[in-house]
């Protein structure tokens, strides 16, 4: 049976009705990228599938990330072609045929600095890069650029030393959307989602070895539920080796937590038609273009705090300012900066080569860590992946549901999901060639409908029809950016959000984008959800406060963990200029 895709937060005791009362041949544990892959692998060969997520989807890394769908230049040069041939073919698939909607081409310029050493070494490297790729390229080839045509594509370089350039291409992606559209993919083969539902226990069976669920907690009221499934599927990021504590198992691999910190400046303090690519001391920096910002980033250090918060400091920020500066004729200040976000990588290193885990054993710095993922099968009914990158999301989901097959013991048909378009890219091309017709038929300017075809595909109708049905929905929700009052809605009654900040933090971006971080708009966002989850006025006012409380928490400096490499100066830890302005409104909101 397959169902609409929906995932309505009005129906949220049903769903956890339907978690309690069936039972499952996969139960996945974590609501990222790679959960909700599995989720989509396992419910498209035919499973019955539950996954559970803690908080909300994509809470974790997978909306912290660079948001690039990329070969990783970089990993050519620590020997990683696997790895590189691996996510360049499925950039390819994923931008031809899986997800056109949500992921683009973008292109970057590699300055050079060293004519007669770079140039041959960098030009190698992006010809086999160009070369992995195969001939249905749907980015185009790299190609090699003079100072002079450096600068007219990206001004901002400053010409001390600049020899040359290279440009190339890679894709990028809103990392928390593609994720929501996989889960949303999966409940369209019947997968049942429930967030804000956290595995607080492992179950065994009669034998006392067989793991035949688990016990999870609703987080919205504190009730426990027991949820039964031939095979559980942990796919919780850097929470992994607290899920394997739970079940009491020892896998053939740990997860070390690195963090990377991003900013986000305005579009116009950085003047360049195309993203950039710089060294750094110990890795490369990005300058990615966001619609009217770029975000800059990253860092990449040891981390041991709150996996929850991994939170900025003023060091991290002025470490990527630093970096930053070394190639720009004006340099980014920290006034400049609009935004900070912070994510961990979960890189994986084996302990032993205890249940067949494969990994990479030593204390590497992070930036050396193998970004190639393990699965692991520690105990019967037990199945886990982790590492890897949000590119190769799908391989990783793949092999891990191959391993739950594996313990299913009965016959399942291979991963589809290479021939399985994401919700939104099935017949895109007619929609998008209708546009203006859509346009005039919902009354809304084409801008309008441009914005929701890249955000929601062939979906984009289903936003408009809430419009039609209630016109003030057309109205902007912020000033000065293209989100509708309506998208607040539809991540109510199709996308599951459940609180304020699941609309600010991850249906739409306005976190990241806003210099206010969307505080100003959270009490509008707490009353458009509050009409249609029944909210009273009190209930209204303590969404809203929530959510600036935990803007504040984001971007302060964190209590515990570790600080960020290579900054040099001694800048004191401190509360960022943007998060300083929002303690205030939490002071005057309490
Ligand atoms: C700074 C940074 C930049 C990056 N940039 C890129 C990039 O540009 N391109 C790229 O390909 N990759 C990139 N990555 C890597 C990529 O983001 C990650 O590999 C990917 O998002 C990991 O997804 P995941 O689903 O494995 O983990 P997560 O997204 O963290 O998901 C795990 C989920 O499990 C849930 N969970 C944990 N415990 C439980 C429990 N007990 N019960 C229920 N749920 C639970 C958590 O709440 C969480 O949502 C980057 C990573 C970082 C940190």
């Known amino acids: 049976m397959a169902s609409n895709g929906v995932l309505d937060a009005r129906e949220r ?16 544990i974590g609501g990222g990228v790679t959960g909700a892959g599995a989720a989509l692998d396992a419910a498209s060969r035919g499973l019955r599938v539950a996954l559970v997520e803690a908080r909300d989807l994509a809470s974790g890394t997978s909306s912290r990330s660079s948001k690039l769908i990329h070969g990783g230049l970089r990993y050519l040069e620590q020997f990683d072609f696997k790895l590189v041939y691996e996510a360049l073919h499925e950039r390819d698939l994923l931008v031809a045929k899986l997800a056109p909607h949500l992921v683009k081409p973008v292109s970057f310029l590699y300055p050079l600095y060293r004519k007669v050493v770079e140039r041959p070494y960098v030009g190698a490297g992006l010809a086999l890069y160009d070369a992995m790729e195969g ?11 003079t100072a ?3 600068l007219r594509l990206a001004p901002a370089l400053s010409t001390e030393r600049l020899a040359g350039a290279m440009r190339y291409y890679d894709a990028q992606v809103d990392d928390a959307r593609y994720t929501l559209t996989v889960a949303r993919t999966a409940a369209t083969h019947s997968a049942v989602v429930a967030t804000r539902v956290s595995a607080v226990s492992l179950v065994r069976g009669p034998d006392g070895v067989r793991v035949t669920g688990a016990r999870v907690r609703d987080e919205e009221t504190g009730r426990l539920l027991e949820v039964s499934a031939e095979v559980v599927v942990v796919c919780a990021g850097v929470w992994t080796d607290l899920v394997h504590e739970l079940a009491g198992v020892r896998a053939g691999y740990r997860v070390r937590m690195s963090k990377g910190v991003h900013i986000v400046v305005p579009r116009s303090a950085v003047r360049a038609d195309t993203g950039l690519i710089v060294r750094t001391d110990k890795s490369v920096l990005f300058f990615i273009p966001w619609g009217e910002r770029w975000i800059v980033g990253t860092t990449d250090t040891d981390f041991s705090g709150d996996r929850a918060e991994p939170g900025v400091s003023a060091e991290d920020v002025d470490y990527i300012l630093a970096a930053a500066n070394r190639v720009l004729v004006r340099p980014l200040t920290r006034a400049d900066v609009i935004a900070v976000y912070a994510g961990l990588r979960p890189l994986v290193e084996a302990v032993g080569e205890v249940n067949g885990a494969k990994g990479v054993k030593g204390a590497k710095p992070t930036t050396k860590v193998s970004r190639e993922h393990v699965v692991d099968a520690p105990v019967p009914g037990l199945v886990s992946v982790a590492g890897g990158k949000f590119t190769t999301y799908r391989l990783m989901a793949r092999d891990v549901v191959d391993a739950a097959v594996a313990d299913l013991g009965h016959s399942v048909p291979s991963s589809v999901t290479e021939q399985l378009p994401l919700l939104g890219a099935d017949g895109l091309a007619g929609v998008r060639a209708g546009a203006a017709r859509l346009a005039e038929d919902y009354r809304v300017p084409p801008d309008v409908v441009e914005h929701l075809l890249s955000r ?8 408009l029809d809430l419009i039609r049905a209630d016109p003030g929905l057309a109205q902007p929700l912020a000033d000065g950016h293209p989100y509708l009052r309506a998208e607040v809605a539809y991540a109510v009654t199709h996308e599951n959000a459940l609180h304020v900040e699941d609309v600010l933090m991850r249906r739409m971006r306005l976190f990241i984008e806003s210099a206010d971080s969307g505080t100003g708009v959270a009490e509008s966002v707490a009353s458009i959800m509050g009409r249609l989850l029944g909210w009273s006025r009190r209930r209204r006012a303590a969404e809203t406060r929530r959510y600036l409380e935990l803007v504040a928490a984001e971007q302060t400096t964190p209590a515990v963990g570790g600080s960020a490499v290579g900054s040099g100066a001694a800048v004191p830890d401190a509360v960022l200029p943007g998060a300083a302005a929002v303690l205030a409104g939490v002071a005057a909101a309490g």
């Open 148 to 150: 002079r045509g450096a």
């Open 13 to 28: 005791s049903a769903t956890l009705a339907r978690l309690a009362s069936e039972r499952f041949d996969v139960l996945v």
């Open 456 to 463: 929601y595909g062939t979906l984009a109708g289903e936003v």
């Open 135 to 145: 001939t249905r390229r749907p980015v185009p080839h790299h190609r090699h650029l």
